[in-house]
């Protein structure tokens, strides 16, 4: 039978309303998953639901400010947490992916719960879809990466776990999001934010770096493919802390590397990577090293997935 977004909303409604006794609490990512989640669950329960986003200071820049208008347009009840201090610490000295992974989530469920026992919750509402269980070994694959939603849970968590999307892939989060108005989010971001894209220790200095590197991609991409269907599902930037000599003006320099990561995909299951003009590439690549001083070179990840995942961790 053919995915209708009407039918979908009234049985998810109808689960939340079944399921939800008391208080719940809803994570946030500002992606489109969790914002069609927040819409959903405010129709269906108002108030009786906190939509909670964490600030892990592993976001991208402005990112904040765009989910708080979001959410107000759509007059869901809402809290920011800045707890960037928390996971910046707790990512010290780290460099093994798994580790960033679990730490973060663990982080973010140590926060949740926090905040879930001040609103007096007993639920806690997550944005999963069917790529991330089924990609966290939930039954069809080995475990490929621990999503931060699905592997990272402690075992005991205390809060009853509500998942209405888990059955739904990229495309129908689309349709129906669309179905209900939310405005598209250009691209999804994975829940360990920056972190993953900072190959090696996440230090503050690294995170500004590629912060910057990040809005410069984003931004000429998007502007580059503005009004035209072929906007890569995914586009990025990474980190390498391998240093390259080079040179800037008459000095010679030795400084960071970057990579753009683009790729088209329907679900995020495989995908290839996208065929970027070399122009917008040029581009891209003096931009960043003409305003970010400590990187000085820029490659172009020409990998598809399989083999390579999305996310380089
Ligand atoms: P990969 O890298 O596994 O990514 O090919 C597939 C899609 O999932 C996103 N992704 C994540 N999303 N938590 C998330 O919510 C995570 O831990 C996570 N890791 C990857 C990734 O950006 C891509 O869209």
């Known amino acids: 039978m053919a995915f209708n977004s009407r039918e979908f909303v009234e049985s998810a409604k109808k689960q939340i309303s079944n399921e939800l006794i008391g208080r719940g609490i809803l994570a946030c990512s500002g992606g489109q998953d969790s914002t069609l989640l927040a819409v959903i669950a405010n129709e269906a329960a108002g108030d009786r639901i906190l939509s909670v986003f964490i600030d892990t200071g592993l976001l991208r820049e402005g990112e904040v400010d765009d989910v708080k208008k979001t959410f107000s347009s759509f007059s869901i009840n809402f809290r920011v947490i800045d707890a960037s201090e928390e996971f910046v610490s707790a990512l010290r000295g780290v460099t093994d992916p798994e580790q960033k992974r679990k730490i973060v989530g663990n982080k973010f469920i140590e926060i949740f719960e926090r905040v879930a026992a001040e609103y007096g919750a007993n639920t806690l509402l997550q944005g999963t879809i069917a790529p991330d269980w089924i990609e966290s070994g939930g039954k069809i694959r080995d475990v490929i990466k621990s999503h931060h939603n699905v592997g990272g849970l402690p075992e005991k968590m205390k809060l009853k776990l509500l998942e209405p999307l888990r059955d739904l892939y990229k495309d129908e989060i689309r349709e129906v999001s669309k179905f209900l108005n939310i405005p598209r989010i250009t691209q999804p971001f994975p829940g360990p934010g920056l972190s993953v894209r900072i190959m090696g220790e996440v230090t503050r200095e690294r995170l500004e770096l590629l912060r910057k590197a990040t809005k410069i991609v984003e931004t000429a991409i998007e502007k580059w493919y503005a009004g035209s269907d072929d906007l890569p599902w995914q586009f990025f930037a990474v980190l390498l802390p391998i240093r390259t000599t080079g040179i800037h003006g008459d000095k010679r320099t030795y400084g960071y590397t970057i990579a ?49 995942t999305i996310e380089w961790e």
């Open 260 to 308: 753009i990561r683009a790729i088209d995909t329907l679900d995020a299951m495989s995908g290839t990577f996208s065929r970027l003009p070399y122009d917008l590439l040029d581009s891209i690549s003096t931009t960043i090293t003409n305003e970010v001083k400590e990187i000085n070179r820029v490659v172009f990840d020409v990998t598809n997935k399989p083999p390579g």
